[in-house]
């Protein structure tokens, strides 16, 4: 099946409104993995922001439910619904990896409740089921690479993107750590640092065809450093990069292909 240049370019708008650093990532990549990643990380925006256009529970359940549903039928080999994001994904997910999917949708259900983390096992499997599951699924759409090297690079990502998310989130009446202390902030992000490391002592286990996808986490040792760093900068909302710096960042590790 093929992409009509339409699905993809609603694609990538969802893409460019809803995650505009995975976007500028992905415009980085060659067009040949840009087809195969919008897709992918459309779903990821539409998934993510499912449990959070409502104030209703059941609402925010159906609608995650509604998009494990969509997996089920890529998984299945069935009819696939026609939908903007879903259709196109179809044409570039495989069956089995429709299927291991689920459980980034299912994931989620957290972030519609208040309930705080049950212990450091619970938050793990959230930031590598919903960050690391996505690394890893695109990765694989591109090339082959060693999982346990892309998910670790996947879960340091995704606990720098969820450090940087943390006074929203607060915000928003939810208790996205275990411990905010800066000492505890500090292990965390040390945490994180390891394994960016393990990743990156493991890079020839990616192929060249699937190391587009890791640029996604270009920003990720910045930011892990600045928070170990000094901590207090979660809370405060100031991590990142210069909006010219991050650029130079990107169009670096896109040249140079080390992520």
Known sequence: MTISTDDLAACAGLVQRGDPDRFLATMAAPPSARRALFPLLAMNVEVARAPWVTQEPMIAEMRLQWWRDALEEIATGGTVRRHEVVTPLSAVMTPDLAAEMDEHVAVRRWDIYRDPFEDAAHFDRYIDQSAGSLLWAAARMLGAAEERAVRDFGFATGLANWLRAVPELEARGRIPLLDGRPGAVRELAERGLDHLSRA???????????????????????????????????????????????????????ASGRW
């Open 200 to 254: 990156r002592a493991a890079r020839g286990a990616v192929s060249r065809e699937a190391r587009p996808a890791l640029l996604a986490g270009w920003q990720t040792g910045v930011i892990l450093r600045q928070a170990w760093k000094k901590p207090a900068r979660v809370a405060q909302g100031t991590l990142g990069q210069s909006e010219a710096r991050k650029r130079l960042t990107l169009m670096a590790r896109a």
